[in-house]
Nanobody
Framework: QVQLVESGGGLVQPGGSLTLSCAAS????????MGWYRQAPGKERELVAR???????NYADSVKGRFTISRLNAANTVYLQMKSLKPEDTAVYYC????????????????WGQGTQVTVSS
């Protein structure tokens, strides 16, 4: 089993900053990709940012230049630094982790965090 613990959400004024973190623990052999998704009320869940095992990243166009994703491999932790936040960034943010719990290809896993609320409002 793999557990994900998210933290860092909250209420922030437009133009403000927040940093989310997500720590993975449990039966982990290797983590390939870690990422953040978000879901606003009445909308589908969408990719915000993702980082692979080699450090390559990709971002949603709406957050490029404002958000930065990073990972600390030794701690199986991924961070999302969010700056210049806008009201339209308001959503529940979910951590996503993909990897393997063993050497077998059958041990592949994908897990989601419980979600953390980010509200951008004056």
């Amino acid at each position: 089993q793999v557990q994900l613990v998210e933290s860092g959400g909250g209420l922030v004024q437009p133009g403000g900053s927040l940093t989310l973190s997500c720590a993975a623990s449990g039966s982990i052999f290797v983590i390939n990709a870690m990422g953040w998704y978000r879901q606003a009320p009445g909308k589908e869940r969408e990719l915000v940012a993702r980082v692979n095992s080699g450090g390559g990243t990709n971002y949603a166009d709406s957050v490029k230049g404002r958000f930065t994703i990073s990972r600390l491999n030794a701690a199986n932790t991924v961070y999302l630094q969010m700056k210049s936040l806008k009201p339209e960034d308001t959503a529940v943010y979910y951590c996503n982790v993909m990897g393997y719990s063993g050497r077998s290809s059958a041990s592949v896993f994908e897990h989601w965090g419980q979600g953390t609320q980010v509200t951008v409002s004056s």
